[in-house]
DNA sequence: CATGAATGAGTATTCATTCAT
DNA sequence: GATGAATGAATACTCATTCAT
């Protein structure tokens, strides 16, 4: 599907899967568009405020996009894409659900640095980017990453690595909640990596923060 | 250039602290708008949009409220004097800081229910409230809530109560986060109250979600 | 004609000429607004301003006035009534052209305490209320005023009390202004009142700036 | 958090002294406002009303200027940058206070045609305006006129060439306001040009509209 | 007489988008 | 690829006025 109206400069009409024409300065642009959706929200950024800091005018950006939406959706589809694949990769051997889980965290926290803009658009402008078709996929990937951890949770139940009184659902929300809500205020010039942010979340998320002779 | 407004039922001039005129059809109209703020976001809710859902006239909400932002505004600082309040009372008399912890917690789910429209435009529009001067009070309320957070949680590693490896202000942010973040899709009349969801937390909080005898 | 509505409470389809219903109260409101509109502009003061001052609501204005048109009707038709009086009044006995224009000047200069509302409303509006029909009666009277002093003018040249190389109409417009624009800055509380005005501008109006041995 | 515009077309964020960014159409634009403003007064004009006399929508006066404001800007800054310059230069060299005097006379008058739109909207609107920082430029360019009028008027008066008995402040206000209310009703295809204005106001300043054989 | 709630037509301004040059 | 000028529909907000209570 979709095969109509590949290499054409603008990307009209195209869907979520066919890949946007490259180009280094539609790159660029697309990478200067994350920062203000990040800082500012996808709604609250004026197409002005991103052509003004290209050092273009506004009418010019769309030579290389069709719309303004059409650039959040270069940035939340490639954050999706990158965020599904490397799930399904965690998961795909099975293994202990313990394992798994931290993998999952892992994952997710490797993608606070490279997607934190698709990241705060998704937190802040979902609401409003859910109600248009073109964004169907939101759903859909969220869907697919909610089944993906409720069944290592599931699983690790059932074979009592976790604890058996623990709502599944509940407990993946407020991890994915604990851990998307970072985006917020991360920095990747301050003192803790993603990596060290995983670290404290996973020891937090399994064991508590209550020392193991006290109970 | 503001003429006082001795008596006139607009809120105009007033500052936080003060109490809005009180009136049952005001009232109503903050009501409303605050389930709007919180399904759309504040910025992405017209003010049209809130006169027709009042069966009014766009401009006949100016009979009762300065401007869009007192309408948030009241919504906002009600639900902060609460949540610093109930903080406080919390935190007054000492004590154990598993106590104390598992207070805090609770005071902020009890607010999801009474107060959810004012956390969720809290998390969406922040960035843009904050730069007004009229809201520096949500920074300052911030700050507040962090510091109570952290000096429990401070307080219990010292007295053993929680891990020593643990960062409290990483702590404090990501309970905060997932505390807060559930009003995204909290609904009063699902299967949970926020009692159950404050226990939970709770639960996975203190003593994570493995089993105990399995580490 | 008008007789229907007399001591009705409204001024409603009163035209000038026939008094409107006095009252202390309304009498107060219309020196109130004409202090606002004095200040400020007809145009640029509400009708809330004027209600604020006098600490009802803007609604109940309409108790005492069909429009905020007819406020100013008042003050203006009032100041008009005032100068055209004295103007026929000042010039109806004839004589010295010298005596007669000191006259006009002194008639005018002493509108400037009474009517400085009247004046600076006229000033400041007077292309907008123009284009109101009922309005009609600024024209007729500036008109008469007119008349009146070009007259005097004239005379006096014919009879050799002023300069023959002047323009009649010219004069009278330059003086008009510079006469009514001094509602703009004068105080009545200032060290000059406005026979102290009227004085300084007469000499320098016959005489001129330039001592008399001096050309 | 207005972001700077490099080479956009508007001119946000400029200041009094910065050259406004020129383009023929954005002239047209300025000196079509400029006679609505001097016909119904800066406030009375809408910005609807400058687009539909220029044939283009009003939100599209926005391509061109940041607001409404930044337009009379334009008119007033131009209007008193060339006033303020011509005085300076009228009285660079000293000489004569009655040549001076003649020579202030004549700048102010000549300002009457290019200028005329400026000079309305100060009359009428300058209470409004002047409330608003941008516009402190009025009140500073009306203090240096004033200095230099009431300068040469006092120098002239220790030469023995102007009358002793007169207020300089006084006479100085006389003459501004009659010759800047000119501008109501001077019409540049009349019968008189500005320079016939200025003699005649000059000869009437300077010697009255006594004949001097009279006194 | 006054209030409180509303109307309705208006205001300046914003902004994604289009398109001839 | 970019400009410059425009569109059109929306935005928050204002204000004279009305009227049931």
């Given at each position: 599907?979709?095969?109509?109206?590949?290499?054409?400069p603008?990307?009209?009409?195209r869907?979520?899967g066919?890949?946007?024409?490259?180009?280094e300065?539609?790159?660029?642009l697309?990478?200067?568009?994350?920062?203000l959706?990040?800082e500012?929200?996808?709604?609250?950024?004026t197409v002005?405020?991103?052509?003004?800091?290209?050092?273009?005018l506004?009418g010019s950006l769309?030579?290389?996009?069709d719309s303004?939406e059409s650039i959040?959706d270069?940035?939340?589809s490639?954050?999706?894409?990158?965020?599904l694949?490397?799930?399904?990769a965690?998961?795909a051997?099975?293994?202990?659900?313990r394992?798994?889980l931290?993998?999952?965290?892992?994952?997710?926290?490797a993608?606070?640095?490279?997607?934190?803009?698709?990241?705060?658009?998704?937190q802040?402008?979902?609401?409003?980017?859910?109600?248009?078709?073109?964004f169907?996929?939101?759903?859909?990937?969220?869907?697919?990453v909610r089944?993906?951890w409720?069944?290592?949770?599931?699983?690790?139940?059932?074979r009592?690595a976790?604890?058996?009184?623990l709502?599944?659902?509940?407990?993946y929300?407020?991890?994915?909640?604990a851990i998307w809500?970072?985006a917020?205020?991360?920095?990747?010039?301050?003192p803790l990596d993603?990596?060290?942010l995983?670290?404290h979340f996973?020891?937090?998320?399994?064991d508590?923060?209550?020392?193991?002779?006290?109970t």
């Open positions: 599907m979709d095969t109509e109206n590949d290499g054409a603008r990307g009209r009409g869907r979520h066919a890949a946007p024409p490259a180009s300065r539609r790159d660029a697309v990478r200067l568009a994350a920062g959706f990040a500012q929200g996808f709604q609250a950024t002005r405020q991103i052509a003004d800091q290209a050092g273009i506004s769309y030579h290389h996009f303004k959040v270069e940035i939340l490639s954050f999706l894409d990158d965020l694949r490397d799930h399904r965690a998961v051997d099975g293994g202990d659900p394992r798994l931290t993998e999952l965290i892992a994952v997710a926290h993608c606070l640095e490279p997607h934190r803009a698709a990241i705060t658009v998704l802040n402008d979902r609401c409003y980017l859910r109600r248009l078709s073109r169907d996929y939101l759903d859909r990937a969220e869907r697919e089944r993906i409720t069944g290592v949770l599931r699983d690790g139940q059932d009592g976790f604890r058996s009184d709502d599944p659902g509940l407990t929300r407020t991890a994915r909640d809500a970072t917020r205020w991360y920095r990747p010039d301050g993603t990596g060290d995983a670290r996973t020891r937090v998320l399994f508590g923060i209550v020392p193991e002779q006290h």
